[in-house]
């Protein structure tokens, strides 16, 4: 499989763009929004108030919502009731990590067992243990590994050996090591020197930290539009073999590489497969539902093998999605009916085999009684469409809006009382072109209508006006 990076650098954003064999299937960006709570920032937060009906606390790390931490996420090794009182109480002051950015109304989700990401290495402040990566299968390279992390690992502090390290020797590795536990002293030199709440550490830039995250999953080529950050990369990846090229061509390198359109299909709900079925996409806060459907794909020889065709390429087109959109939490799969078990096994593998091309971390608990898939996905930062689009103002993001007959009722109603209240015999209607129609249709003979009522009105259309917006004025042609 070919592996591709686009970094695309904009006036105040940066996207970064993840191809596989021409395909998008990740996507980052970067704002450049000061001060926001970002993935593995380290903060030197205070405890606001404890909840022991919860087992957790808030912490006031300077953000506009205060971060929750559960008792977990302090200590593994207290149990019993009442945990959190024993862990922490307020004023306290603590140092923790973003697990999960602040989404809509909650506040970000921080966790006190540290870890500092770095090329090959990530180091743990807070454990004691070595940790390899389940990616790198070989039990050889494995065992060599864990014996030069146990030769330069420091007493008081835990390892995590990345993918990325498969190959990499003592020289690279400890080079790694020193210079996350130089991030660490700072770290804590800073945590004793300033007041709570304080920002200690941020991961690096965005591209260098990607690059860094990408850099064991076999990239063949990085594409950078800047020359500033051409020079960075050539930094970052120093002897890899990776191949790094500074794109100058007229032509946006989004659009050359097609990653503008596709950025646009992964915001629409429906996506079509290539054998003619489609996937319908719907997210909630409390869960994303997928729909497989056969659409326009009718088979070859029999509906059994046409629903399999359809669900296993459903399947391959899911766990894209997923990384695509960056969808995370509960995930429910309605793949189309299959009455035979084998086949809702192979489709089950062909999801888990594909999901192994994503680093965040998934699960999947199988099919219920109802022939429904459920999964997990680890939740770490905004998807998709909540980094590029907003809620609507006229829906309220529930996708649907009173139509023309509700609203027009609904003015024919508020219209009566207007009236009633007024001393005046004129009115002033002013509302959708659409809502004026129907309202004239349901009082049927305006003629009739307005004698009914011993007054007269005028309803003026207003483009400017949305279906649900209306006016009512005294006099005729109000304002």
């Not at 130089?182 to 300033?194: C, F, H, Q």
């Not at 591209?207 to 800047?226: A, Q």
């Not at 669900?311 to 309605?334: C, K, M, P, S, T």
């Not at 001393?423 to 129609?437: D, G």
Request: contains cysteine.
């Amino acid at each position: 499989m070919k592996r591709k990076i686009l970094i695309n650098v904009g006036y105040k954003e940066k996207r970064i763009a993840v191809l596989e064999d021409g395909k998008l299937v990740e996507i980052y960006f970067d704002r450049n929004l000061d001060g926001e709570a970002a993935f593995g920032s380290i903060y030197k937060g205070k405890v606001s108030n404890v909840l022991p009906g919860m087992e957790a606390a808030f912490v006031n790390i300077g953000q506009e919502k205060n971060a929750f931490i559960h008792a977990s996420d302090i200590d593994h090794s207290k149990n019993g009731p009442n945990k959190i009182q024993k862990l922490v109480h307020p004023g306290q002051e603590i140092l923790v990590q973003i697990k999960k950015e602040a989404v809509g109304t909650k506040g970000a989700k921080v966790t006190a067992a540290l870890s500092i990401p770095g090329s090959y290495l990530v180091l743990l402040p807070t454990d004691r243990g070595i940790g390899i990566s389940r990616k790198i299968e070989d039990e050889e390279e494995r065992n060599r590994l864990k014996e030069i992390a146990d030769e330069i690992k420091p007493e008081g502090v835990g390892l995590i050996i990345r993918t990325a390290a498969r190959g990499a020797d003592y020289a690279r590795l400890k080079l790694d090591l020193d210079r996350l536990l130089e991030i660490w002293n700072e770290i804590e030199r800073k945590a004793k020197s300033v007041k709570a709440p304080s920002l200690l550490f941020s991961d690096e830039e965005l591209t260098l930290r990607v690059v860094r995250n990408l850099l064991g999953r076999e990239i063949e080529e990085i594409v950078v539009d800047s020359d500033q950050g051409f020079l960075k990369l050539k930094e970052l990846v120093g002897e890899k073999d990776v191949q790094i090229t500074l794109y100058s061509d007229k032509e946006p390198m989004f659009v050359h590489y097609d990653i503008e359109s596709q950025i646009q299909r992964a915001l629409r709900n429906k996506i079509w497969l290539d054998c003619g079925g489609f996937l319908i996409i719907d997210q909630t806060e409390a869960l994303s539902i997928i729909d497989v459907n056969t659409g326009k794909f009718t088979g070859k020889d029999s509906l059994k093998n046409t629903v399999l065709t359809t669900n296993l390429e459903a399947a391959e087109e899911i766990a894209r999605q997923l990384r695509l959109r960056n969808i995370g939490g509960i995930i429910i799969v309605d793949f189309i009916d299959m009455d035979n078990p084998k086949d809702r096994e192979k489709v089950r593998s062909r999801l888990e085999e594909c999901l192994k091309k994503d680093h965040t971390r998934t699960s999947i608990l199988g099919f219920t009684s109802l022939g429904l898939l459920e999964m997990t996905r680890q939740k770490t930062s905004h998807d998709l469409g909540a980094t590029l689009q907003k809620r609507c103002p006229t829906c309220g993001g529930t996708g649907k809006v009173p139509d023309e007959e509700t609203i027009s009722l609904d003015l024919l109603r508020e219209l009566k009382f207007f009236i009633r209240d007024s001393s005046s015999l004129e009115f002033t209607v002013k509302a959708n072109p659409a809502v004026v129609a129907k309202a004239c249709e349901i009082a049927d003979d305006l003629e009739e209508y307005q004698k009914r009522l011993g007054v007269k009105i005028l309803f003026e259309p207003d483009w400017e006006k949305k279906l649900s917006e209306y006016q009512i004025f005294e006099g005729i042609g109000g304002k």
